[in-house]
């Protein structure tokens, strides 16, 4: 039976990759250690000591479900809420790493196994782009996974994926699904609609650590994948957006009660609403991660996580906060 709801989902993609060698870790805080990043962005920050080979992880392959909040800094969502379909500041990423172990081969493979057959996903639905110069990348879409040639396309600075101005970087190739004519024009995700090719998950073949005079090559090339999970309800759900998933439409109905502002009043109305019930929700989780607010510093409280921590350092201080 394929997955339907938030946990159905987490729980089928870590056993799929559990299955596959690869180790359950926790989510870190949404407060990296890293200075870099204001907040975890993606499911590969609290591993990027692993990627530049700073430490050795205990695991050569990882899977996680990782609290992300994009609202700063290069990965900087804030603008876009609720005025796109797709956008959210906070959202949990299914992510699977190799640590200098596998490469491209797998990750495209089990990639799309788990996106045809674990989520059910209509193959002839499915798009995918790639680093306009990795052939290697397209030709396992094509060869191996079997992807139609005119539904790989090739793309510049979009399918180049970098944590921050600084650190781990490299080519990716993404997975689209296209939700229908309804939605927007044709021509696949490089020429047609982004709200009718919607993006849910990003191939990182980590390859380079981007530094401030320029690229140096990582110790092993690497795997960083991250799949939104509100991204895949929407999918699943069937409904429009991120906000109309169960996950979200209860606090948007809460944003419009507390209001008094019904939902389609006006399309301006409806961005309010909508945001309301995203930096809720978002607020909520920072704190949740001892986040205090600030307009000044990363401000942080006292108590340590080190009871959940499993990236590196886990100790006394808490690894997934600035260190102190
Ligand atoms: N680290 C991959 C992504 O965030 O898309």
């Known amino acids: 039976m394929t997955p339907k709801t938030a946990q159905e989902i987490r729980s089928a993609f870590t056993s799929f990759f559990s299955e596959r060698g690869h180790a359950v870790l926790p989510s870190a805080s949404l407060i ?46 804030l603008d876009e809420i609720g005025r796109t379909r797709r956008h959210l500041t906070f959202f949990e990423m299914l992510g699977n790493f190799s640590f200098g172990d596998y490469f491209k081969a797998e990750a495209i493979d089990w990639a799309w196994e788990f996106t045809t057959e674990g989520l059910g996903f209509d193959p002839d639905r499915l798009w995918v782009t790639v680093h306009h110069r990795d052939d290697e990348a397209a030709e396992i879409w094509r060869e191996a996974a079997g992807v139609s040639p005119q539904r790989i396309q090739r793309m510049g600075e979009d399918n180049y994926w970098r944590m921050a101005e600084t650190g781990p970087c490299g080519p990716c190739s993404e997975i689209f ?23 849910f998950w990003n191939l990182v073949f980590m390859q380079f650590d981007q530094r401030p005079e320029g690229q140096v090559p990582l110790p092993e090339p690497s795997i960083d994948t991250g799949a939104g999970l509100e991204r895949i309800l929407t999918l699943i759900q ?13 606090l948007v109905g809460e944003a419009s009660s507390v209001t008094g502002v019904k939902l389609g009043a006006s399309p301006h109305s409806d961005v309010t609403l909508r945001s309301l019930a995203e930096h809720a929700r978002t607020t909520a ?16 409280g006292a108590m340590c996580c080190a009871a959940s921590c499993a990236g590196p350092s886990a100790g006394p201080i808490c690894w997934a906060s600035p260190r102190r």
């Open 238 to 250: 069937g409904v429009e957006s991120v906000f109309d998933i169960d996950e979200m439409v209860q």
């Open 32 to 77: 990296p250690r890293d200075p870099t990043v204001l907040f975890t962005v993606a499911g590969m920050v609290p591993f990027k000591p692993y990627f530049l080979g700073e430490e050795t992880s205990p695991h050569p392959r990882a899977v996680t479900v990782q609290k992300c909040v994009r609202a700063g800094g290069k990965h900087n969502d």
């Open 285 to 300: 989780f920072l704190i949740s991660d001892w986040v205090f607010t600030s307009n000044e510093d990363r401000r942080i």
């Open 177 to 199: 699904f296209d939700k229908g004519p309804e939605f927007g024009p044709d021509g696949g995700p490089a020429h047609g609609g982004e709200d009718r090719y919607l993006e």
